[in-house]
């Protein structure tokens, strides 16, 4: 069993910056692949960004390369987004998840596999 808490969100302008915080704890939460996946209006769920708690591999949809960056604190048992340069297209519901043992690659191309979710943080970018 796997609890995720999520923070961080919030109303910014465009080209401002947020950072995004998931919180994982239970059993074994060192072998999980921890996500970011985000729902706008209208659209499906898609993974934003994907990391392996134990090797620290990344990968990240190319919507927001070059502006986002994901990164953990395995002692805190923490992941971080941190979203610069944001842009009215990244308004949307993020969703912290999670799933055991699988690459960043294989969780982030899809929600059906995902065990293990936050509650959902709203992020708006507007002027």
């Known amino acids: 069993q796997l609890h995720l808490v999520e923070s961080g969100g919030g109303l910014v302008q465009p080209g401002g910056s947020l950072r995004l915080s998931c919180v994982a704890s239970?059993?074994?939460?060192?072998?999980?692949?921890i996500g970011w996946f985000r729902q706008a209006p209208g659209k499906e769920r898609e993974g934003v960004s994907c990391?392996?708690?134990?090797?620290?591999?990344?990968t990240y949809t190319d919507s927001v390369k070059g502006r986002f960056t994901l990164s953990r604190d395995n002692a805190k048992n923490t992941v971080y987004l941190q979203m610069n340069s944001l842009k009215p297209e990244d308004t949307a519901v993020y969703y912290c998840?999670?799933?055991?043992?699988?690459?960043?690659?294989?969780?982030?191309?899809?929600?059906?596999?995902?065990?293990?979710w936050g509650q959902g943080i709203q992020v708006t970018v507007s002027s």
């Open positions: 990391i392996r708690a134990s090797d620290g591999s990344t």
């Open positions: 998840a999670a799933r055991p043992l699988v690459p960043p690659q294989q969780m982030c191309h899809s929600s059906a596999g995902v065990e293990y």
């Open positions: 239970g059993f074994a939460a060192q072998i999980y692949t």
